[in-house]
């Protein structure tokens, strides 16, 4: 049994720029900011995690970076990396509010503590290798065209699955062109709460037309009945993304909803991300693994979990222009977990 | 990374005495038939598990015999003891019918795979020694009298819980005799479905004037809506046993109770255990950790996920006159995972 302590614990905030612009109903993105955690145990082995802080859930780099020196003392202060029950309960009492902090911390720990067992994570925790659905890639919202372009670029990069934003005043001319951009891909849209169930449930006829998969958050968070009239009425099944932030709101959609969105930065970690893909799945609900726009610091420790999952949209990564860290989703989408040597096998 | 195939797959058919006859309100039980496995990888390693089968599920030591060999087979055929995931969904199509056959298997691969590991099980699962609740121990229906002197002498050994089981003609009178056995003990009550919910609200009264922490199953298992009423009607907090045999019924008893029972033995399993624990969690509900008379093969694997409830009644092996295996519940109920070496800690 192979433990060694905690000793040092250290983070650095990163500017990263997209590749390309990022729009979605709320507003636009340039860049994004970052904030890599590293814990160092006696021998010198390293676990990573990062924050992707989102300010929808009232979070910024400011508010990680003032809370994360309290978050690293409760990892050291507790010291063993595989006392993770422990860490994760502390990390949210210490921090309720900043989800994403607690990530990073958490994602770090469990790094450390499978890597000073020489195992990748998925299998610490019996998981099949084989089992991880390919990422879907966004499309932004964007003009028809640009949409239409980036949909046929993001086909011959050899991704099956878009996930379309949508939300404007033009959604439908928009959805006709990324169509004609990407004739046999499967398709999902999110709308990113923008629509009223009335108006989801009259667009659920067109997306259907056009063969859309599945259609994610169409009203507003708070409105879970909209999300069940939504899933009765429409055409088209219907995932529960800020309507579902824990595994504590499971029960909540869990009628109203086919599927359930779970990303780290939501929930705050790993262990909280299995919780809620267990409840989501004990009530009969599919699961899509998402993130957020984030270094592959955090999106290797979500594919970890990618063999419980039916749905995976781990593409925050790939959106950035450059990273600090190297990790294991491929430039297709394909997440390898093979390539994880331990860990959750960032580099 | 530690590996090696499991090559050799045995089971071995056990009567074991009790060490007191024991009767709820289903019936009396002299004697328990308990099947052991044993998997056995290239070096010689064992991973060790157990099925105690239940009438109540439509389970005999002969259905158990008659499947294990093709649940083994899943084991062998797969091979490799970390790929938990593949091989309890291979278990669960092979027998779905068969739970204590199936956690059987599931046991012995965790030993096996932790064992590999050289990790207790409850370290790889990140989950705290400090944490597992002492377990209770088990009051069978006797006459008051033998009650009551049960009561004493299991206090004498140094519990501090009782589970009194009732359901009979004369239940006031059994508890008041275990009360003057008991004064200061906890008690729990478990009717095993033999109330009607009427019966069950007019009871708690009286129950709740002798203290009692919680009541279980105190009307059949489908009725559901009779759970309901007792909880809102009742006096005291309602445990679902027989109404919650896996995750999936969850959903059905989450607002109709406060506590479910989770048990390898009925939901076939130490991650479907795991789903069922962390999906009554999620909605809200604690949760108690228990067992059927059972070896300490199959107790010590339940133990390992101890950490993660707030009440035990894992007493299943402490009820036997002897065992096949040596376990690490300790006399007085106390959960020690500190004795757990590697694997699930039997001998």
């Known amino acids: 049994m192979t433990t060694s302590e905690i000793t040092a614990a250290r983070f650095e905030r990163h500017r990263l720029s997209l590749a390309e612009s990022f729009t979605i109903s709320r507003g636009t993105t340039e860049e994004a900011t970052v904030l890599t955690v590293e814990l160092e145990d006696e021998a010198g082995r390293v ?12 979070e910024t780099a400011e508010s990680v970076e003032e809370t994360l020196p ?9 010291g063993d990396p595989h006392a993770q029950q422990v860490i994760e309960e502390r990390l949210a009492e210490t921090a309720p509010a900043e989800a994403a902090a607690r990530a990073a911390v958490s994602i770090a720990v469990h790094d450390l503590a499978a890597t ?4 990748p994570l998925y299998r610490r925790w019996g998981l099949d290798s084989d089992r991880p659905p390919q990422s879907s890639y966004t499309v932004p919202i964007d003009s028809p065209e640009e949409m239409r372009d980036r949909a046929r670029r993001t ?49 659920t006829s067109w997306l259907a037309d056009h063969g859309v998969e599945f259609l994610e958050q169409p009203v507003p968070a708070d409105d879970i009945d909209g999300l069940r009239r939504v899933s009765v009425e ?5 995932a529960a993304d800020e309507s579902c932030v824990t595994a504590a709101d499971v029960g909540t959609v869990a009628d109203a909803v086919d599927i359930v969105v779970v990303k780290l930065m939501k929930c705050g970690g790993l262990r909280p991300a299995k919780r809620q893909i267990l409840a989501a799945k004990a009530a009969g609900l599919d699961v899509m693994l998402g993130c957020m726009i984030e270094s592959s610091a955090s999106i290797a420790g979500a594919c970890q979990l ?12 790939l959106l950035l222009a450059d990273d600090c860290y190297d990790g294991i989703v491929q430039p297709d989408g394909r997440v390898d977990l093979m390539a994880t040597d331990s860990g959750t096998g960032v580099r």
């Open 234 to 238: 429409g055409e088209l099944p219907v």
């Open 306 to 317: 990618a063999p419980l999952v039916e749905y995976a949209d781990l593409d925050g990564s």
């Open 47 to 58: 676990g990573i995690g990062a924050a992707g802080p989102s300010a929808y859930y009232g």
């Open 70 to 78: 309290a978050l690293l003392d409760v990892a050291t202060e507790v």
């Open 116 to 119: 000073q067992a020489g195992e």
């Open 155 to 203: 086909v011959e990069r050899g991704f099956e699955t878009l996930k379309v934003k949508l939300g404007t005043d033009a959604d439908r001319e928009r959805l006709d062109a990324v169509r004609e951009g990407a004739p046999e891909a499967r398709i999902r849209v999110d709308a990113n709460c923008a629509w009223t169930a009335e108006e989801a449930v009259e667009h």
